[in-house]
T-cell receptor, first 114, second 114 residues
Framework: GESVGLHLPTLSVQEGDNSIINCAYSNSASDYFIWYKQESGKGPQFIIDIRSNMDKRQGQRVTVLLNKTVKHLSLQIAATQPGDSAVYFCAERAGGTSYGKLTFGQGTILTVHP | DAGVTQSPTHLIKTRGQHVTLRCSPI?????VSWYQQVLGQGPQFIFQYYEKEERGRGNFPDRFSARQFPNYSSELNVNALLLGDSALYLC?????????????FGQGTRLTVV
């Protein structure tokens, strides 16, 4: 069945370091992969997405890499700041008739130390 | 512009009761999706509505139902509440039926069943 999983449940970094959060997926039919950030007491916040026919996409301080060969997705955050501390979820959207259904992974807790 | 708004923010119900959660999407967005997030896990898809029609349903019992109104707001109803229904219920809005990648989430409704 469909599943999205994360390799590391927690990640602790120093302010200014680069962070890499990883995610594995199993549904080859997914057409979009998305990263969300969720702070305590808030709903998930959209960070960046990548279409399945791409292998890299860059945003402001963030880069998403997609490796379809090994079904792996990663989020790179440059110059990590204390405000980046949150839970990060990868999610996938299946193609076809699954429309707006997002399948989320377990989440990675990112802690940034000043 | 206001984001996705959900009400109430917190709710305590007794087992067996019924609950109605409400969501107002971002102005101009026509699609609303509902997710259940149990503590420590990623959100789980419940429903998606677009133009007042159900376009997707997750693996939830028939006790869960929803509807979308002409103004695109939505309600999620849960009957015969169980302790296991305690969770954060998230609403996400997007502008098109397949708009899972551009879904914006509300703050959620924290439901506690006692």
């Amino acid at each position: 069945g469909e599943s999205v999983g994360l390799h590391l449940p927690t990640l602790s970094v120093q302010e200014g370091d680069n962070s890499i959060i990883n995610c594995a997926y199993s549904n080859s039919a997914s057409d979009y992969f998305i990263w969300y950030k969720q702070e305590s007491g808030k709903g998930p916040q959209f960070i960046i997405d990548i279409r399945s026919n791409m292998d890299k996409r860059q945003g402001q301080r963030v880069t998403v890499l997609l490796n379809k060969t090994v079904k792996h997705l990663s989020l790179q955050i440059a110059a990590t700041q204390p405000g980046d501390s949150a839970v990060y979820f990868c999610a996938e959207r299946a193609g076809g008739t699954s429309y707006g259904k997002l399948t989320f992974g377990q989440g990675t807790i990112l802690t940034v130390h000043p | 512009d206001a984001g996705v708004t959900q009400s109430p923010t917190h709710l305590i119900k007794t087992r067996g009761q019924h609950v109605t959660l409400r969501c107002s999407p971002i102005s101009g967005h026509k699609s609303v999706s509902w997710y259940q997030q149990v503590l420590g896990q990623g959100p789980q898809f419940i429903f998606q509505y677009y133009e007042k029609e159900e376009r997707g349903r997750g693996n939830f019992p028939d006790r869960f139902s929803a509807r979308q109104f002409p103004n695109y707001s939505s309600e999620l109803n849960v009957n015969a509440l169980l302790l296991g229904d305690s969770a954060l219920y998230l609403c996400a809005s997007s502008w098109r039926s397949g708009g899972g990648t551009e879904a914006f989430f509300g703050q959620g409704t924290r439901l506690t069943v006692v």
